[in-house]
């Protein structure tokens, strides 16, 4: 039986964005993100049950500043204590594993999706997508970019303006444009 577009996009293969199912998927974020966006900081009972219903999985104590934006929100899984600033996106077309004690400062974006590199492949619409994991005790930096297939490691700093394009070991400080290791911990 033949993948739907779906799964070919949750397997790392190339698939297309405008497929009805994904789209309806896309759609019903986007209106939870419109509800989420403008609530109030009083409404955090309603903000965290607007999560539940948009994440794969969430744990305890999470707190995201709005606005806050991903694609699907389904494929986003948290753990507890997790803490997003203002201005975060995730664009969630592959599966975002998110660790406790997470903290994650304004205007970062975590990117599964990518386009080919095949100008002729690119035309055809298709992307591709890569799942990223960010570990637990983390501090990720303002406007920081995290790239396709990263992995950052547990009690990990990444510096605030850094382009993750690789994995970042746990127990480090890391930073810059591409991110490297600053120093062990």
């Given at each position: 039986?033949?993948?739907?577009?779906?799964?070919?996009?949750?397997?790392?293969?190339?698939?297309?964005?405008?497929?009805?199912?994904?789209?309806?998927?896309?759609?019903?974020?986007?209106?939870?993100?419109?509800?989420?966006?403008?609530?109030?900081?009083?409404?955090?009972?309603?903000?965290?049950?607007?999560?539940?219903?948009?994440?794969?999985?969430?744990?305890?104590?999470?707190?995201?500043?709005?606005?806050?934006?991903?694609?699907?929100?389904?494929?986003?899984?948290?753990?507890?204590?997790?803490?997003?600033?203002?201005?975060?996106?995730?664009?969630?077309?592959?599966?975002?594993?998110?660790?406790?004690?997470?903290?994650?400062?304004?205007?970062?974006?975590?990117?599964?999706?990518?386009?080919?590199?095949?100008?002729?492949?690119?035309?055809?619409?298709?992307?591709?997508?890569?799942?990223?994991?960010?570990?637990?005790?983390?501090?990720?930096?303002?406007?920081?970019?995290?790239?396709?297939?990263?992995?950052?490691?547990?009690?990990?700093?990444?510096?605030?303006?850094?382009?993750?394009?690789?994995?970042?070991?746990?127990?480090?400080?890391a930073a810059g444009n591409p991110c490297h290791?600053?120093?062990?911990?």
């Open positions: 039986m033949e993948k739907t577009e779906k799964q070919k996009m949750l397997a790392g293969e190339l698939y297309l964005s405008e497929d009805p199912e994904l789209v309806a998927e896309s759609q019903r974020a986007s209106h939870l993100l419109q509800i989420y966006n403008s609530t109030t900081a009083e409404q955090q009972q309603q903000r965290q049950q607007i999560l539940q219903d948009l994440f794969g999985e969430i744990g305890e104590k999470i707190k995201i500043v709005p606005p806050f934006h991903c694609d699907y929100g389904s494929n986003i899984y948290a753990g507890n204590n997790l803490y997003i600033n203002y201005g975060c996106v995730i664009l969630d077309c592959h599966n975002v594993y998110i660790g406790e004690n997470v903290l994650i400062a304004p205007y970062v974006q975590i990117y599964t999706a990518y386009h080919p590199t095949d100008p002729e492949t690119r035309l055809t619409g298709r992307e591709l997508a890569a799942p990223i994991k960010i570990g637990n005790n983390v501090w990720i930096g303002g406007g920081v970019i995290i790239c396709p297939g990263v992995t950052i490691g547990d009690n990990t700093t990444i510096g605030a303006g850094s382009v993750v394009i690789k994995d970042i070991p746990a127990n480090v400080i290791i600053i120093r062990h911990l």
